[in-house]
């Protein structure tokens, strides 16, 4: 298994939608876990942090199952401007402190 | 409180030239990171700073190289240019520790002619 995968999408929903990506992981030590998106040509942006089970932050929320070993991240009442690529962070392993970033995940919200 | 900043925005160079691409962290932030991003791509892990040094480094050949300042701030140096070297550079911080989430500068758009 790849350290972190991402379903590239793109997920093409309406606006309105909810709307949920995976990020599988394969380190099942690792402790902590970021969301970012990126707008096209631009920066990644912090969405959220996953330190434990999950984090709200009102229409997203973010969830950890470790059993499973992947992360969620769930968009409800998706706007136009949440069309992005959504990334799934995971920590580095092996005291590296290099986190390693899934491809991304495409989201789309269309009118 | 003022974000990663890096320099230039937009750079223009020819093959075998040689680049060099500026970054401040955030206030407080010891950790640097490079990355590297082609258009369409994921991000490219390159370099790590941290305090002053070089902790880790991507796969990359030797000719991507930097620094690290006493004032936390970074230079990555990218020697004889190739064109498949255009590209984002993408500059991130964070405080020490693997628990830590990294802010991204805006980046610096390599282009090579």
């Known amino acids: 298994r790849k350290e972190v995968e991402q379903d590239p999408g793109p997920f093409n929903v309406p606006e309105g939608a909810t709307v949920a990506f995976n990020c599988t992981y394969s380190?099942?030590?690792?402790?902590?876990f970021f969301w970012y998106r990126q707008d096209c040509r631009k920066e990644p942006k912090l969405l959220m942090s996953v330190y434990s089970s999950g984090n709200e932050d009102g229409r997203f929320t973010a969830q950890l199952n470790r059993a499973s070993q992947y992360i969620s991240l769930l968009i409800r009442d998706s706007k136009l401007s949440d069309s992005a690529t959504y990334l799934c962070?995971?920590?580095?392993?092996?005291?590296?402190?290099?986190?390693?970033f899934g491809r991304g995940t495409s989201l789309i919200v269309h009118p | 409180e003022a974000g990663v900043t890096q320099s230039p925005t937009h750079l223009i160079k020819t093959r075998g030239q040689q680049a060099t691409l500026r970054c401040s962290p955030i206030?407080?932030?010891?950790?640097v990171y490079w990355y590297q991003q082609a258009l369409g791509l994921g991000l490219q892990f390159l370099l790590w700073y941290d305090e002053g040094e070089e902790r880790n480094r991507g796969n990359f050949p030797p000719r991507f190289s930097g620094r690290q300042f006493p004032n936390y701030s970074s230079e990555l140096n990218v020697n004889a240019l190739e064109l498949e070297d255009s590209a984002l550079y993408l500059c991130a911080s964070s405080l020490r520790g693997v628990n830590q989430p990294q802010h991204f500068g805006d980046g610096t758009r390599l282009s090579i002619l």
């Open positions: 962070v995971v920590p580095a392993s092996g005291g590296s402190y290099i986190p390693t």
């Open positions: 206030s407080g932030h010891t950790s």
């Open positions: 380190n099942s030590a690792s402790q902590s």
